[in-house]
């Protein structure tokens, strides 16, 4: 079993920057590919990126790429968003989650979410 915390979401001014967190319980975290999705009000949960279990590999949605970068520190059981000139649009409860068979398309496991929400 896996729990995953997600922190580090905030009120932020267009063009501004958060870092979001997702750390990691259980000695399986590091196998693990790693996905952050948002849902912003009203709509579908929708992929913002990935990563795979060793970092070396990452996917972006079109909407976030060149302005968000995930990485990940195994050793610390951890996965960032690092978020870059943010936009209203960004506005959304982020979650991260883990997927134990890569490829499957499946998440076994989420956070509980933390709310991003950037201001005109």
């Known amino acids: 079993q896996v729990q995953l915390v997600e922190s580090g979401g905030g009120l932020v001014q267009a063009g501004g920057s958060l870092r979001l967190s997702c750390a990691g319980s259980g000695r399986s975290f590091s196998t693990y590919f790693m996905g952050w999705f948002r849902q912003a009000p009203g709509k579908e949960r929708e992929f913002v990126g990935g990563i795979n279990w060793s970092g070396s590999t990452t996917y972006y949605a079109d909407f976030v790429k060149g302005r968000f970068t995930i990485s990940r520190d195994n050793a610390k059981s951890t996965v960032y968003l690092q978020m870059i000139s943010l936009k209203p649009e960004d506005t959304a409860v982020y979650y991260c989650?883990?997927?134990?068979?890569?490829?499957?398309?499946?998440?076994?496991?989420w956070g509980q979410g933390t709310q991003v929400t950037v201001s005109s």
């Open positions: 989650a883990a997927q134990r068979t890569v490829g499957s398309g499946r998440y076994d496991y």
